[in-house]
């Protein structure tokens, strides 16, 4: 009678290990389902979600008012608005000059890449990326490249090894990026932000720097002067 009693306390116990030991593989074995993401990579996702949802409210603002000015029976000229409704819409995309406060950005080879005798090259493309998307967290900002309006379609990449800008290959520097903004106020934020920003130290890695100017009252941006791809949207014929 006692060897059962024994026995039996035995198994218990052999059962109570076997079942610690499994639940502690288990554990041990769990899948780790943490985003391991890299910080850049998230911060820029939701980057570029925030300006998706700005751009969305500034549509729906110009639609608002476009509308209300098509409703309102004061208006006897509506071919006037119709006119000003196309102007603002070439404006909004970037196919007419723009004239307004901003800063220009001069990038250049490094002192100590020229003193060195370093071989300059352009700049790359995902580095130049980089620099848009950090300009483009402001609301309101038009750029120019080199020259070279940047609007929505814009692509900057590399063909054929020279980084484009529109299917255009930009000049090596020295060269330099106009932006303008919807106000000086907003301009001087750009200004500060740019100035602290640490994009300066990823241009320093591929010998390049970047110099900012004070913010300015007119600065002038050249317009779109390319077809726009449309993409599957075909141009309907007038009855």
């Known amino acids: 009678m006692m060897k059962k009693r024994i026995a039996g306390r035995f198994t218990v116990i052999l059962f109570v290990i076997g079942f610690m030991s499994a639940t502690q593989y288990n554990t041990v074995n769990t899948d780790d389902s ?37 409703s309102d029976k004061a208006t006897q000229d509506p071919q006037a608005v119709l006119k000003e409704t196309v102007e603002d819409l070439r404006r909004s995309a970037g196919l007419s000059q723009i004239t307004g406060p901003g800063i220009e950005l001069e990038v250049s080879p490094s002192l100590e890449a020229v003193a060195l005798g370093s071989e300059i090259t352009e700049i790359p493309p995902d580095l130049l990326i980089r620099l848009v998307n ?30 484009t800008v529109n299917t255009d290959p930009i000049s090596t520097p020295p060269l330099t990026i106009a932006i303008t903004s919807k106000s000086m106020e907003e301009a001087r934020k750009l200004y500060s932000y740019l100035s602290a920003s640490t994009i300066h130290e990823d241009f320093y890695i591929d010998d390049l720097t970047i110099a900012i100017s004070e913010p300015q009252e007119q600065l002038t941006l050249p317009a779109f002067d390319e077809k726009i791809q449309m993409g599957y949207l075909e141009a309907g014929e007038g009855e």
């Open 134 to 163: 950090e300009i483009n967290r402001f609301d309101g900002i038009e750029l120019a490249i080199a020259g070279e309006r940047v609007i929505n379609t814009t692509a900057i990449r590399d063909i054929n090894g020279y980084t």
């Open 34 to 70: 943490r985003d391991y993401r890299d910080t850049w990579e998230i911060r820029q996702q939701l980057s570029r979600e925030k300006q998706v949802h700005s751009e969305l409210l500034s549509e729906i603002g110009l639609l608002d008012d476009t509308l209300a000015k098509y």
